[in-house]
């Protein structure tokens, strides 16, 4: 009834859901307005399942022969959108910005907005060995913050230049995401539109507490040859052998790197505006 309100109140020519439980009556409130599904994880969730019945149109991140729809016509390759900023940086500058030094390797280590604890654990238990090979941009989330910043304190000389620590970035996400050789990180949707967009090589470490979307997300990136997929409860362990072996084999790096940049598609978002707009002016 709430749906059925707003739109009498807003009268779309279009409906556009990206998931989430409350697009569900939203849908049936408004079957007979023309909608358009985008599915940012490679397997769609039960919402996303259940929203595909309705809509005109399905874009997708990437496509694999394991995920069905039901009227396949219907379903667009587009690629995974990413903020325009991002495209604003080069290695050259976001090492500048992020002050790191523009020869030595750059290791980036993030879990999303919230950060991942066993990620942040994983790289605190090695950080030592890893500061003598390498720079590290490490985003931590709120949650482990201040263990990080103990860490940080904790260093000396070369060590702590090697160390670049943050809570949380936003207008200089962009700037990680250019200045690192590799990423460690979750698999959330993102990774499949900003790891490509910037040709970053990734271990791969999946949530192991929600649905199994990251999962795929990580196997379909893996079995593209563009990164390593790695059990959260083996992380600590795995850790610095695999960012080792990685960062001192420029050829299987190189190979990751194109692979990895071989799946970007920079014209995502217009292209999912573009199948917008056409539903908009038939309607």
């Known amino acids: 009834m709430a749906s059925r309100k707003i739109l009498r109140d807003f009268k779309p020519d279009a409906l556009f859901f990206t998931g989430g439980y409350v697009a569900a009556p939203m849908a049936l409130a408004g079957m007979r307005i023309p909608s358009l599904l985008y599915v940012p994880d490679i397997e769609p969730g039960l919402a996303l399942q259940f929203l595909a019945w309705f809509a005109k149109r399905i874009t997708i991140s990437a496509s694999t022969p394991t995920v069905k729809f039901s009227r396949a016509s219907r379903v667009i390759e587009t690629g995974y959108p990413i903020r325009p900023d991002l495209a604003q940086w080069d290695k050259e500058s976001a090492r500048e910005k992020l002050g790191l030094d523009a020869e030595n390797p750059v290791l980036l280590v993030f879990g999303g ?4 604890r ?3 654990n994983a790289v605190l238990a090695n950080l030592p060995q890893l500061l003598e090979r390498m720079q590290i941009v490490h985003i931590s989330g709120k949650l482990d913050w201040q263990n990080v910043k103990d860490a940080q304190k904790s260093l000396e000389g070369k060590q702590a230049q090697n160390y670049r620590v943050f809570d949380y970035l936003h207008e200089e996400m962009g700037a990680a995401l250019a200045s690192a050789d590799l990423v460690v990180s979750r698999a959330g949707a993102s990774s499949l539109g900003e790891f490509p967009f910037f040709g970053l090589p990734a271990l791969l470490v999946p949530y192991p507490y929600a649905w199994r979307y990251q999962k795929v997300n990580a196997e ?4 593209k040859g563009a990164a390593i997929l790695v ?3 083996n992380l600590t362990e795995r850790l610095l052998p695999l960012v080792n072996e990685l960062l001192g084999d420029s050829q299987k790096l190189n190979e990751m790197k ?5 799946l970007a598609r920079p014209q995502a978002a217009e292209k999912i505006a573009a199948e917008l707009l056409a539903l908009a002016r038939k309607r």
Not at 258 to 262: F, L, Y
């Open 118 to 120: 066993s990620i942040n």
């Open 231 to 233: 059990k959260d409860e």
């Open 258 to 262: 194109e692979a990895m940049k071989s």
């Open 113 to 116: 907005s919230k950060g991942a």
């Open 220 to 223: 379909y990136l893996s079995k």
